[in-house]
């Protein structure tokens, strides 16, 4: 037995001002994140001749209608607004708002939308034909189960991503209180203390003429290219089949550097790919850089050899305790990559400018002593996002089993249980 979505679902007709939301509540397809992903913040509000926008609650599903092949939807945890290229879906009663979430979760949802879509350059779903799509009709005791299996799976991923996020921004702080403040530690002359923050107690700051400001004395600035190897991606020739067919050879494009790691690609070549084409293989450890795309100017590691297509620079340290310090310098200058020249960060960034960046360079003792007290947040971090693969693979695995019936939740419960992936207590909405 199942639904159609019309039955169980209608679009808000509700509207927001927006003066009662801010970029924390404002809801666009920019700020919907690819391949179910939920959101992040958006950077911007609607422009000032708009005056309200479409108004969600929390347990509404919001979906981007605008290319639905991009898989964009997100289950709403508070009240706000979102634009008219975002479908908002009221859940009606005597119906779980996150069980109906997790049936449109699936692949074959968003396929139903492009078969319905109409445009070919900028796809739109068809607001009708969307609603014909057809969920499972579970009693609610069944479809609050479901939900709590998967939203516990889900649950256990967040809270790794906030515990990633915190570790971070440990990381980070220390970066920033002694390498951009400088104020780290330095050998103190006063009896009991032991170290001193270098800058506020006075320590000397010489002026460098190649960056235009005071930095510590005996400090250097290098180029990127003085302390690393750099190398640019390639693109096989999408005509040849055999560079593609059965690769498995990761290959990395720059709209995937947006992480502080990446730990797996969402696409392959071939070994006779990577042989026949300017595409390098870079080793793990390795810092990425996008230089145009969406993403132009951001960095991640890779914990994984792999190769990138040409809108990324890889940047391997000759030294391996300066990756971690390399990688938050490169960070610090996203503003200035983004206005090189004429503003455009996709038309200027390229390997050459990125070998040419001045990096300060501190003492050698100082960067081991970042290095070593830093890497234990990046360990966490990687085991963290190793173990949110596991439990996104599994609810992929679990959801399409839940709902024709091929497992029960019980037997859902047991194959959490036997892979060591215990969950956390997720939210219910109904």
Request: charged share 25%.
């Given at each position: 037995?199942?639904?159609?979505?019309?039955?169980?679902?209608?679009?808000?007709?509700?509207?927001?001002?927006?003066?009662?939301?801010?970029?924390?509540?404002?809801i666009?397809?920019?700020?919907?994140?690819?391949?179910k992903?939920?959101?992040v913040?958006?950077?911007?509000?609607?422009?000032?001749?708009?005056?309200?926008?479409?108004r969600?609650?929390?347990?509404?599903?919001?979906?981007?209608?605008?290319?639905?092949?991009?898989?964009?939807?997100?289950?709403?945890?508070?009240?706000?607004?979102?634009?008219?290229?975002?479908?908002?879906?009221?859940?009606?009663?005597?119906?779980?708002?996150?069980?109906?979430y997790?049936s449109?979760?699936?692949?074959d949802f968003?396929?139903?939308?492009?078969?319905?879509?109409?445009?070919?350059?900028?796809?739109?779903?068809?607001?009708?034909?969307?609603?014909?799509?057809?969920?499972?009709?579970?009693s609610?005791?069944?479809?609050?189960?479901?939900?709590?299996?998967?939203?516990?799976?889900?649950?256990?991923?967040?809270?790794?991503?906030?515990?990633?996020?915190?570790?971070?921004?440990?990381?980070?702080?220390?970066?920033?209180?002694?390498?951009v403040q400088?104020?780290?530690p330095?050998?103190?002359?006063?009896?009991?203390q032991?170290w001193?923050p270098?800058?506020?107690?006075?320590?000397?700051?010489?002026?460098?003429e190649?960056?235009?400001?005071?930095?510590?004395?005996?400090?250097?600035?290098k180029?990127?290219?003085?302390?690393?190897?750099?190398g640019?991606?390639?693109?096989p020739?999408?005509?040849?089949k055999?560079?593609?067919?059965?690769?498995?050879?990761?290959?990395?494009?720059?709209?995937?550097?947006?992480?502080?790691?990446?730990?797996?690609?969402?696409?392959?070549?071939?070994?006779?790919?990577?042989?026949?084409?300017?595409a390098?293989?870079?080793?793990?450890?390795?810092?990425?850089?996008a230089?145009?795309?969406?993403?132009?100017?951001q960095?991640?590691?890779?914990d994984?050899e792999?190769?990138?297509?040409?809108?990324i620079c890889?940047?391997?340290?000759?030294?391996?305790k300066?990756?971690?310090?390399?990688?938050?310098?490169?960070?610090?200058?996203?503003?200035y990559?983004?206005?090189?020249?004429?503003?455009?960060?996709?038309?200027n960034?390229?390997?050459d400018?990125?070998?040419?960046?001045?990096?300060?360079?501190?003492?050698e003792?100082?960067?081991?002593?970042f290095?070593?007290k830093?890497k234990?947040?990046?360990?966490?971090?990687l085991?963290?996002?190793?173990?949110?693969?596991?439990?996104?693979?599994?609810?992929?695995?679990?959801?399409p089993m839940?709902?024709?019936?091929?497992?029960?939740?019980?037997?859902?419960?047991?194959e959490?249980?036997?892979?060591?992936?215990?969950?956390?207590?997720?939210?219910e909405?109904?």
């Open positions: 037995m199942s639904n159609r979505l019309r039955i169980v679902a209608d679009y808000s007709k509700h509207r927001i001002s927006l003066d009662e939301i801010d970029i924390d509540t404002y666009s397809t920019d700020n919907l994140l690819q391949n992903q939920g959101k913040n958006a950077v911007k509000m609607p422009t000032q001749t708009v005056n309200n926008v479409t969600f609650d929390k347990g509404d599903i919001l979906i981007g209608n605008i290319r639905p092949y991009l898989k964009k939807i997100w289950l709403a945890n508070y009240t706000g607004g979102s634009s008219s290229d975002v479908l908002t879906l009221k859940i009606k009663e005597n119906f779980n708002s996150t069980f109906v997790y449109l979760f699936r692949d968003f396929e139903h939308m492009m078969n319905g879509s109409k445009g070919t350059k900028m796809p739109r779903g068809d607001k009708t034909q969307v609603l014909d799509f057809t969920i499972p009709d579970f609610i005791n069944r479809q609050k189960q479901i939900a709590k299996v998967l939203s516990d799976l889900d649950a256990k991923i967040e809270l790794n991503n906030k515990i990633n996020q915190e570790l971070e921004a440990m990381a980070k702080t220390l970066y920033d209180y002694w390498f400088f104020d780290f330095a050998p103190s002359s006063s009896s009991g032991a001193k270098y800058k506020s107690s006075g320590g000397q700051m010489v002026f460098n190649e960056l235009k400001r005071v930095i510590p004395v005996g400090w250097e600035v180029k990127i290219k003085e302390i690393a190897k750099t640019s991606g390639s693109t020739l999408k005509s040849k055999e560079y593609y067919e059965n690769g498995n050879v990761p290959w990395i494009n720059s709209g995937e550097v947006n992480a502080s790691f990446i730990i797996s690609a969402k696409k392959h070549i071939s070994q006779l790919g990577l042989e026949k084409s300017s390098k293989l870079f080793k793990k450890g390795t810092i990425l850089m230089m145009y795309g969406a993403t132009a100017g960095v991640s590691l890779i994984l792999a190769c990138t297509n040409q809108a890889g940047i391997n340290t000759n030294d391996e300066f990756k971690y310090y390399t990688k938050f310098s490169l960070e610090d200058l996203y503003q990559l983004i206005n090189l020249s004429t503003g455009s960060a996709r038309d960034l390229s390997q400018k990125i070998k040419e960046l001045n990096i300060i360079i501190p003492e003792s100082l960067i081991s002593t290095h070593n830093v234990s947040n990046f360990d966490n971090i085991l963290n996002l190793k173990q949110n693969q596991k439990l996104s693979e599994l609810r992929d695995w679990l959801l839940l709902m024709n019936g091929q497992i029960t939740v019980g037997g859902a419960e047991k959490m249980k036997s892979l060591g992936l215990v969950a956390e207590g997720g939210e909405y109904k």
